[in-house]
Nanobody
Framework: QVQLVESGGGWVQPGGSLRLSCAASGSIISIYSMGWYRQAPGQVRELVAFITSGGNTNYVDSVKGRFTISRDNAKDTVYLQMNSLKPEDTGVYYC?????????WGKGTLVTVSS
């Protein structure tokens, strides 16, 4: 069993920055990878970035060069640093953890980018 709690969402103007955090608890040793998904209003949920237990990362093309996913193993926390934010980045951001058995999801944190 893995529990995920996101934080750090909020409102920011275009060009601004936010850092999202995802704190994991439970069976941490079982996690293969963790990722951030987002869902804009009226849109399907899409993968934004993920990081494996070995530290490999991947990003959706639209955020490359602007977002950085990282982890702090001492705090069992994964971060998503978001810079140069655009209105298109608006949505609910969900933390995800992949284990051998199943996927786990956080409840999401809202990011709003507008003037």
């Amino acid at each position: 069993q893995v529990q995920l709690v996101e934080s750090g969402g909020g409102w920011v103007q275009p060009g601004g920055s936010l850092r999202l955090s995802c704190a994991a608890s439970g069976s941490i040793i079982s996690i293969y990878s963790m990722g951030w998904y987002r869902q804009a209003p009226g849109q399907v949920r899409e993968l934004v970035a993920f990081i494996t237990s070995g530290g490999n990362t991947n990003y959706v093309d639209s955020v490359k060069g602007r977002f950085t996913i990282s982890r702090d193993n001492a705090k069992d926390t994964v971060y998503l640093q978001m810079n140069s934010l655009k209105p298109e980045d608006t949505g609910v951001y969900y933390c995800n953890a992949e284990t051998r058995t199943r996927y786990y999801w956080g409840k999401g944190t809202l990011v709003t980018v507008s003037s």
